[in-house]
């Protein structure tokens, strides 16, 4: 089964941008699609982002469309989401999630659909 290792978060002030990755090990990467979640203290966890196993289709949340962007190198196991003009508000834990589907345009969008997750890393933006 796949591992999901969260390296980066940390402080930025609003404007600024952070670069999140999440690395995976244990399993055949590109037969999983990768979602970004957040959850901030007292909310509940919510959908950020999501790409496909390819790489070559995405969906983000309203609120972060156009600031955001995922990526993926399906080479090294790696997805990334690069976030710009950060607001106070976007100030959560960041958590990639991974799950095994089996058609290439796949991109869930729901938490229950997830099976993979990693640990969390906290992103705070400073106003």
């Known amino acids: 089964q796949v591992q999901l290792e969260e390296p980066g978060g940390g402080l930025v002030q609003a404007g600024g941008s952070l670069r999140l990755s999440c690395a995976a090990s244990?399993?055949?990467?590109?037969?999983?699609?990768v979602g970004w979640f957040r959850q901030a203290p007292g909310k509940e966890r919510e959908f950020v982002a999501v790409?496909?196993?390819?790489?070559?289709?995405?969906y983000y949340a309203d609120a972060v469309k156009g600031r955001f962007t995922a990526s993926r190198d399906n080479a090294k196991s790696t997805v990334v989401l690069q976030m710009n003009s950060l607001k106070p508000e976007d100030t959560a834990v960041y958590y990639c999630?991974?799950?095994?589907?089996?058609?290439?345009?796949?991109?869930?969008?729901?938490?229950?659909?997830?099976?993979?997750w990693g640990q969390g890393t906290q992103v705070t933006v400073s106003s």
């Open positions: 790409i496909n196993r390819s790489g070559g289709t995405t």
């Open positions: 999630a991974a799950v095994l589907t089996y058609f290439d345009f796949a991109a869930p969008r729901e938490i229950p659909q997830y099976n993979h």
């Open positions: 244990g399993g055949t990467f590109t037969n999983y699609a």
